[in-house]
Every structure is written in structure tokens, then in C-alpha cells.
């Protein structure tokens, strides 16, 4: 249905005044200027016949929505004040709550880093078995040659005076 058509139908001369009171008073106040035109909003606007009065009241509005919202954080901010108590208590759980679980991350963390550590030591102890036997083996060999030069010279950097 073009624009053009909804107007034509939104026309006083075409709709009983009641019918365009429950239509007007349903819409939100942005759809009531794209769908009512000019004259019709401002006879509306005059207009307080009891069903209009009781539709609107009775239809919701974007301004009426913000009022209770409003109510609401005064409410909060009444409560707040009159249990002080509560309050000061929630925040201060809140608060060891909080350090309680940062406290259980640092147990974890330092239960991976202790494992972290075992696995280092056996790591380097492998290591220094595997650089011992390939010294015990070098010197081995070296000590076969019959010249001993090699020995010797192995013997001084590896530092050992045997």
C-alpha cells in the first residue's frame, strides 16, 4: 500500500473521528507524523473526547517508559542509603571473594611453575649424563691414538688433570 493510499484512508472525510482516535492514539508519537498528516495531528491534539482520553492513557509512550526508569534509580539510590549496612558488607564479600580467587590462580600458577622446575632439573641432569658419556667416550678414543697428542689436548679443554 503506497503512502499516498494510507492518507487517502487516514482522511477525516473517509473515517469516522472514534476510528482515527484509536488509531492515532495507538501509534507512537514517531509513527504518528509518517502516518497521520499535518491536519489531522493538530485536530487531534484539540481533540479529548473520552475514548481518546482513555486510549491514550491506556497505550503506551515513549515518554511515560522514562519516568518509571527514573523512579527506579531513586529507588535504588533510597535503598542504598537506608542499608547502608548491606551495601558496605556485599562490596567487602564482593571484595574477599574477589581476592580469593585471585589468591586459588596464584596457587595453580605456582603448582605449574613447581612442575615447570621438576622438569628443568630432569632435563639438565640428562644433559650433563649425555655431556659426561660423550667425554668419557672423546677421551676414550683419544687415548687409543698412540702419539697421546690428541689426549693431551683434549685433556686441556675439557680441564681435567687426569
Known amino acids: 500500500m503506497s503512502r499516498e493510499s494510507k492518507n487517502e484512508l487516514l482522511k477525516p472525510s473517509l473515517r469516522p473521528k472514534a476510528e482515527l482516535a484509536f488509531y492515532y492514539a495507538t501509534y507512537s508519537p514517531q509513527r504518528r507524523r509518517q502516518h497521520f498528516p499535518a491536519e489531522i495531528r493538530s485536530s487531534f491534539c484539540c481533540f479529548r473526547i473520552g475514548i481518546l482520553h482513555t486510549m491514550t492513557s491506556s497505550a503506551p509512550s515513549d515518554s511515560s517508559s522514562t519516568v518509571p526508569n527514573a523512579r527506579k ?55 650433563t649424563d649425555r655431556m659426561s658419556n660423550i667425554k668419557r667416550g672423546l677421551l676414550h678414543e683419544a687415548s687409543l691414538e698412540p702419539s697421546g697428542r690428541f689426549a693431551s689436548r683434549l685433556r686441556l679443554l675439557f680441564g681435567d688433570d687426569s
Open 73 to 127: 534509580s531513586l529507588g535504588f539510590m533510597k535503598n542504598a542509603i537506608k542499608y547502608k549496612h548491606n551495601f558496605i558488607q556485599f562490596f567487602a564479600m564482593t571484595g574477599i571473594l574477589l581476592l580469593s580467587v585471585r589468591s586459588l590462580g596464584q596457587k595453580y600458577r605456582m603448582h605449574d611453575l613447581e612442575e615447570d622446575t621438576a622438569a628443568l632439573k630432569q632435563e639438565h641432569q640428562s644433559l
